[in-house]
């Protein structure tokens, strides 16, 4: 059974969803404590009660998104589809969480992505991997078994379509935050997604274009949010 949510737990989710919004308006770096408390009319003993810095409130915030992301792939490895239904939707429930405030992810990424955020950026991928390639290893071994994927080892297999999975997500993410002011096209993006899924499908022995997009409607809403937002900073 659930345990019952606190008023202190109502607190620190209260500072997460402020976050998430100034993040998406300012930017990490342009969001500062004082704003926070202010936004919430609370004090700063308050704010350091439930986090030590800025930086443990943005751990924070992608540990929530780690749960989440958690919650939609135990979903989809609970339904009965074959295997590679279950990676594409595996691959396109990462990008959902995401899409739950795209400006926030975009804001968040553009921060992560700086050289001087590798480290950070280093163990929060650590993070997610230790918590989602073991899903990720149970649905390349039910490919296996069903004679899906052409494999010998789904759990090495499993962590090297992660790291395919990780870059994809780099280069998309980068394409749609230094673009310097250029337009990007629907259909550039999903190149670049095709691209990459081609190389997990021959990493894992499966049929070709299996877990390609039909279309490019996915991305065309990533590319708003990227004009709307004009992130902040850049």
């Known amino acids: ?25 300012l930017g ?10 202010s936004g919430l ?8 009660h439930h986090f030590r810095s800025k930086s443990a409130l943005l751990d924070a915030a992608l540990e929530r998104w780690l749960l989440r992301a958690e919650a939609h792939l135990k979903e989809v490895l609970a339904g009965k589809a074959p295997a590679t239904e279950k990676l594409r939707n595996f691959m396109l ?8 405030n ?6 968040v990424g553009k ?16 993070a997610a991997r230790s918590r989602l390639v073991p899903l990720l290893t ?9 004679g899906e994927f052409q494999l010998e080892n789904p759990q090495l297999v499993a962590r090297i379509v992660w790291d395919i999975c990780e870059a994809l997500d780099d280069v998309l993410g980068r394409t749609l935050i230094e673009t310097g002011g250029k337009r990007i096209e629907p259909g550039e993006l999903l190149n670049i997604y095709n691209t990459y899924t081609l190389a997990i499908e021959r990493v894992i022995g499966a049929p070709k274009k299996s877990l390609y997009l039909a279309d490019d409607t996915i991305f065309q809403s990533w590319i ?3 004009s709307r937002n004009k992130l902040v900073g850049l």
């Open 41 to 48: 009319g609370v004090s700063k003993g308050a704010f350091y």
């Open 93 to 100: 429930s990462l990008s959902a969480v995401k899409s739950e």
């Open 138 to 146: 149970t649905i390349i071994k039910q490919g296996a078994l069903e």
């Open 224 to 226: 708003e949010a990227t």
């Open 111 to 126: 921060f992560l992505l700086q050289d001087a955020n590798a480290i950070l950026l280093g163990r929060m991928r650590c």
């Open 1 to 25: 059974m659930p345990k019952p949510r606190t008023r202190s737990d109502s607190r620190k989710e209260e500072f997460l969803d402020l976050a998430e919004e100034l993040f998406a308006d």
């Open 28 to 37: 990490y770096e342009n969001t500062s404590v004082d704003r926070l408390i």
């Open 102 to 107: 795209r400006e926030s992810s975009l804001q």
